[in-house]
């Protein structure tokens, strides 16, 4: 084998292998975006068909202003698969975004400012502090879920976003902090020490010189807060009762174990759920390998 | 005049002073209320329900039964297969997703002109709910509608569509493979962040050697990721041992118990079962199995470091 044939046939190999993966990362989604413009009887066919027939927003219609798809007058008995909650999915996003955005932004408000202290002040306690806030992820969510509930039942904040927002915080905060205080720990520590003869206090130091220095790492510990809020399934399912606090994975989930439910609809609550993460995945993602790469920096 | 300018100043010191010690413990306060919060009294409250008797269809009587519960648990039936099921499950995700992982983070890295594409897409499968991960898959394997069947049939390479989620062995598969999916990009942009931390020098001194890629990637590359695979690995363990969401929505812990993990033991004790006794002190054993693998990981990187 000639050393031209070789390299030809080992890059066909990688991007042969590229394109499978991007089959295998890509295709999930792109089939729920093409399904939920079908019909449900052309789901409901063997095998079905991949790209619409008859592509339809009559599924996005019914979910946003409850107009019933003509696709299920067609055949009498799909009527019953028309489950009402899906109704329930643009409310219920907006209630996951406003909790994740406000969880967010607790943990950049008191996340950073808590790292900045663990990463160059010294004081009493430190190391205590900082190997308790680590341990406190460490008890599985199963033990600790009926206290929560016993906790948010006491404060009156049952079925209310500030719930949410107090738990998921306290969910992130922990990495948050950990993450920062890596990310912190490898700038170099001259700059701020410089602020600091000059007169700052410890606060205008962090927020005047090291703040602006570390927005990688800033973007990357917002986003996981973001995700991990947006994403949080078992707390949020039972500190919730009512669409008033109902995030968007309770109500897919509960959408989903109805045996009877719709494919054209949850394909359309699926969709319109992965919106605003595939945005953010897709707009951050160098900030995030950057903001990583700065943390994990050899040492 | 001079003296009064001293004083003031000397003030002025003795109050940054003052304040210089007191602000690491401001700035760490809200914070630690809030974990403190949601910490300290849960596990107090777990360790007080699984010493007595908490059956939740017989809410008058809870009295003391000492390690009852832990003993009951550990010898059910259930513990012993949810086990054996938890710790396959978490050999085979761990190993499959820091080998996707470090796949994915090769071909990222290279110059193939697809690498770009995989690179817009690689991290949605993380960024989305892993409720909704586990209903897409759930949905794509189904064994009457599902597309997945429906494209091997096409293809003719199935005569009949298979029962993805409704064989034993064939939904383990399937769990495993789900969950590479949802969480292999994380562990993939963790070991790309490494890469990029590589020298390219490195490389090529070694091509110069005459170093094959494998001999580059075994001499080089992994031994640089090790930091990283380290992080991965402990992170995935913890994952894919206390995997829930996954399993909730796209097996049910079925058919059977095949795909029963421990922590869906635990969820079925407290909430069908509604003995929280059972299900927290279970849950309490599983923060111990959890306790105990991440001491024996800080452990070897501890050795390796003396070594090294």
Not at chain 1, 211 to 225: E, K, N, Q, S, Y
Not at chain 1, 244 to 257: D, Y
Not at chain 2, 165 to 185: F, Y
Request: aromatic residues 12%; hydrophobic residues 55%.
């Amino acid at each position: 084998m000639t050393p031209r044939l070789k390299r030809t046939l080992s890059s066909l190999t990688v991007n042969l292998l590229i394109i499978f993966l991007i089959v295998y990362i890509g295709g999930p989604f792109v089939w729920m975006a093409l399904a939920s413009l079908q019909g449900e009887n052309e789901l409901l066919k063997r095998p079905p068909s991949i790209i619409p027939q008859n592509p339809t927003f009559d599924n996005y219609n019914y979910v946003f202003t409850g107009k019933i798809p003509t696709a299920y007058e067609v055949k009498g008995q799909l009527r019953s698969r028309i489950s009402e909650e899906a109704r329930l999915i643009a409310p219920a996003l907006r209630n996951s975004f406003i909790i994740a955005l406000s969880v967010m932004a607790i943990n950049l408000l008191i996340g950073t400012p808590a790292a900045y202290t663990f990463a160059r002040l010294n004081f009493k306690g430190k190391k205590g502090g900082y190997n308790f806030i680590l341990a406190s992820r460490l008890m599985p969510a199963m033990a600790i879920a009926i206290p929560y509930y016993v906790i948010i039942q006491t404060l009156k904040l049952l079925d209310t976003y500030l719930a949410l927002i107090l738990v998921h915080s306290a969910l992130t905060l922990p990495f948050t902090i950990w993450f920062l205080t890596l990310y912190i720990s490898n700038i170099p520590r001259d700059m701020d020490d410089a602020g600091l003869v000059d007169g700052c206090t410890p606060f205008q130091a962090l927020t005047k010189i090291v703040v602006p220095l570390m927005a990688p790492g800033l973007v990357a510990a917002a986003a996981f807060a973001f995700m991990t809020s947006y994403n949080e399934f078992l707390f949020a399912r039972f500190l919730t009762q009512s669409i008033k606090s109902q995030t968007g994975p309770v109500i897919i989930a509960s959408i989903a174990g109805n045996p009877d439910a719709s494919y054209s609809l949850i394909s359309v609550c699926i969709t319109l759920g992965l919106i605003p993460p595939l945005i953010l995945a897709i707009t951050l993602r160098r900030w995030l390998t950057e903001g990583l790469s700065a943390s994990i920096t050899f040492r | 005049m001079a003296a009064n300018t001293i004083q003031v100043g000397q003030a002025v010191r003795r109050k940054a002073k003052l304040w210089d010690r007191v602000y690491p413990y401001i700035s760490i306060t809200l914070p630690f209320l809030v974990i403190a919060l949601f910490t300290i009294y849960p596990v107090l409250y777990a360790v007080r329900i699984s010493f007595y008797q908490y059956i939740l269809t017989k809410p008058k009587s809870h009295p003391f039964i000492g390690l009852k519960n832990y003993i009951e648990v550990i010898n059910s039936y259930y513990f012993r297969t949810s086990l054996v099921n938890t710790a396959l499950y978490t050999v085979a995700a761990v190993i499959g997703v820091t080998i996707f992982g470090l796949v994915v983070s090769l071909l990222l890295n290279s110059k193939a002109k697809t690498a770009a594409a995989l690179r817009v897409i690689i991290l949605l499968p993380w960024a989305i709910p892993a409720v909704v991960a586990g209903l897409m898959w759930k949905w794509i394997l189904n064994s009457d509608f599902g597309i997945f069947n429906g494209i091997l049939y096409a293809l003719g390479l199935i005569d009949q569509y298979l029962p993805f989620l409704a064989n034993p062995t064939l939904a383990k598969v399937s769990l495993v493979l789900a969950d590479i999916w949802n969480e292999g990009p994380l562990a993939a942009i963790f070991f790309l962040a490494g890469l990029q931390l590589i020298p390219n020098e490195l490389y090529e001194a070694a091509r110069i050697d005459g170093g094959g890629a494998w001999r580059i990637f075994r001499y080089i590359t992994l031994p640089l990721l090790r930091p990283i695979l380290l992080i991965v690995v402990v992170y995935e363990t913890l994952t894919a041992i206390l995997v829930f969401d996954l399993i909730y929505v796209l097996t049910g812990g079925g058919p059977g118990d095949s795909t029963s993990m421990i922590s869906w033991f635990a969820y079925a004790e407290i909430f069908r079962n509604l003995n929280l006794g059972h299900g927290v002190a279970l849950a309490i054993v599983i923060a111990l199995i959890t306790l105990v693998l991440i001491l024996l990981y800080l452990r070897v990187i501890r050795s390796e470091e003396m070594v090294g």
